[in-house]
């Protein structure tokens, strides 16, 4: 099944502990791109990757890290997580850089930072 | 750089009614793609709907369908005979060709903040 694979799904963690949340993708897709939720803000970008070794930033990159060393997974890296990245993430991917046709999305992954 | 605008935070209608949410954008682009997306208390985002801007026949998908106005920049999502099931988030994006995507900044995927739409049965 083609899928967008997001882990964990639910995290809980304290101010200064580094994390990552998993994104893998099993379609070959050659796009891939972070998301935050927030109530009232929609969804906002956080880093996008064009393909394996190529990532840009989006609207809100601060506190984040990614990497793309593989096509299928495209990491989120918080090296020190504060508060303020309290969110619902999601990774989305696309069969390449012109996405018109459907943007894939995860699960999402609820992130509790106390 | 681009705005999406949901101006409804939340909508309620009765079951079987039908229902319009409303969305405008601002672009200085002549091209571009606009998206109505779905999410359930499940949290899936679900694509509803998409219009390309260069056409000017409205997209329809069953019982949604939307009424594009290029020149005032508003795409609304009409739904019609309301379901249970379409109570959930929808959002609206934006997203600009890939010819004028540019690094340093978001790839051309803007959303707006959302409406709840809630259908009572």
């Known amino acids: 099944e083609a899928q967008v694979t997001q882990n964990p799904r639910y995290l809980i963690t304290v101010t200064g502990k580094k994390l990552t949340v998993t994104c ?8 891939m791109s972070w998301y935050r939720q927030d109530p009232g803000l929609g969804l906002r970008q956080i880093y996008y990757s064009m393909n394996v070794e190529v990532t840009d930033k989006g609207d809100v990159p601060e506190g984040y890290k990614v990497s793309r060393k593989e096509k299928r997974n495209f990491p989120l890296i918080l090296e020190s997580p504060s508060p303020n990245q309290t969110s619902l993430y999601f990774c989305a991917s696309s069969p390449n850089r012109g996405f018109v046709e459907k943007l894939f999305f995860g699960s999402g992954t609820q992130l509790s930072v106390l | 750089a681009q705005t999406v605008t949901q101006s409804q935070p939340e909508m309620s209608v009765q079951e079987a009614e039908t229902v319009t949410l409303s969305c405008t954008y601002d672009t200085s682009e002549s091209n571009y793609y606009l998206f109505w997306y779905k999410q359930p208390p499940s949290r899936q985002m679900i694509l509803v ?4 801007a260069y056409k000017q026949q409205n997209a329809t998908e069953n019982r949604f369908s939307v009424n594009f106005q290029k020149a005032a920049k508003s ?3 009409k739904i019609s005979d309301s379901q249970l099931g ?23 995927l803007t959303f707006g ?3 709840h739409l809630i259908i009572q049965p």
């Open chain 1, 24 to 31: 893998s993708q099993n379609m070959n897709h050659e796009y």
């Open chain 2, 113 to 115: 903040k959302g409406t």
């Open chain 2, 49 to 52: 709907i998409r219009q390309e």
């Open chain 2, 86 to 108: 379409d109570t959930a988030m929808y959002f609206c994006a934006f997203m600009k060709p890939f010819s004028v995507w540019g690094g340093g900044g978001a790839d051309g």
């Open chain 2, 75 to 77: 795409f609304s999502l």
